[in-house]
T-cell receptor, first 116, second 110 residues
Framework: GAVVSQHPSWVICKSGTSVKIECRSLDFQATTMFWYRQFPKQSLMLMATSNEGSKATYEQGVEKDKFLINHASLTLSTLTVTSAHPEDSSFYIC????????????FGPGTRLTVL | EDKVVQSPLSLVVHEGDTVTLNCSYEVTNFRSLLWYKQEKKAPTFLFMLTSSGIEKKSGRLSSILDKKELFSILNITATQTGDSAVYLCAVCGNNRKLIWGLGTSLAVNP
């Protein structure tokens, strides 16, 4: 149980284009999903908290107009990197918190984004 | 400022050895402490600890929390090469966000 999927697992795009990453909880419902970014050999950096049916809460320093988050249902959240630049290249990971388990987060497999 | 500190940062052992990984924390309004294992992809959940002194166990892995001294340990007995990974400790505070340590990179050599 507690499986989270992410799609795509890797993507290469040109500078200036937008990229959408999907995060789905496959066997549970999640009112809250989280989006992280991870640079090589560094720990996870929380970008935003996504609550179903409401606006995402962004961490300090994360541009909400650049990283658009939509949490349309209890099993799906999307992150769109708009007008991507090479410095946006990173490993993006989502996690989902099941209903009734207030602290535990289950992670998707991550999306490797490379912007040329 | 809330912080989670893991030690050691890296560790190299031989198969069959027992290892102990440490996680200390200073977090306002502590709710729980979680351990994750990260190999090449995203972290996989190992344990969540909320109470002191109660050992959580899963196969060769076990963990315990000390809320008085503000730390947790993760033990791995009879290590195998498949245990090689980064082990991450995270603490959940009152705002339900996870505060992450930098991880301990464990390499188990045959």
């Amino acid at each position: 149980g507690a499986v989270v999927s992410q799609h795509p697992s890797w993507v290469i795009c040109k500078s200036g284009t937008s990229v959408k990453i999907e995060c789905r909880s496959l066997d549970f419902q999640a009112t809250t999903m989280f989006w992280y970014r991870q640079f090589p050999k560094q720990s996870l950096m929380l970008m935003a908290t996504s609550n179903e049916g409401s606006k995402a809460t962004y961490e300090q320093g994360v541009e909400k107009d650049k990283f658009l988050i939509n949490h349309a249902s209890l099993t799906l959240s999307t992150l769109t990197v708009t007008s991507a630049h090479p410095e946006d290249s990173s490993f993006y990971i989502c996690s989902a918190r099941p209903l009734g388990t207030p602290d535990t987060q289950y992670f998707g497999p991550g999306t490797r984004l490379t912007v040329l | 400022e809330d912080k989670v500190v893991q030690s050691p940062l890296s560790l190299v052992v031989h198969e069959g050895d027992t290892v102990t990984l440490n996680c200390s924390y200073e977090v306002t309004n502590f709710r729980s402490l979680l351990w994750y294992k990260q190999e090449k992809k995203a972290p996989t959940f190992l344990f969540m600890l909320t109470s002191s002194g109660i050992e959580k166990k899963s196969g060769r892995l076990s963990s315990i929390l000390d809320k008085k001294e503000l730390f947790s340990i993760l033990n791995i007995t009879a290590t195998q090469t498949g245990d090689s990974a980064v082990y991450l400790c995270a603490v959940c505070g009152n705002n339900r966000k996870l505060i992450w340590g930098l991880g301990t990179s464990l390499a188990v050599n045959p």
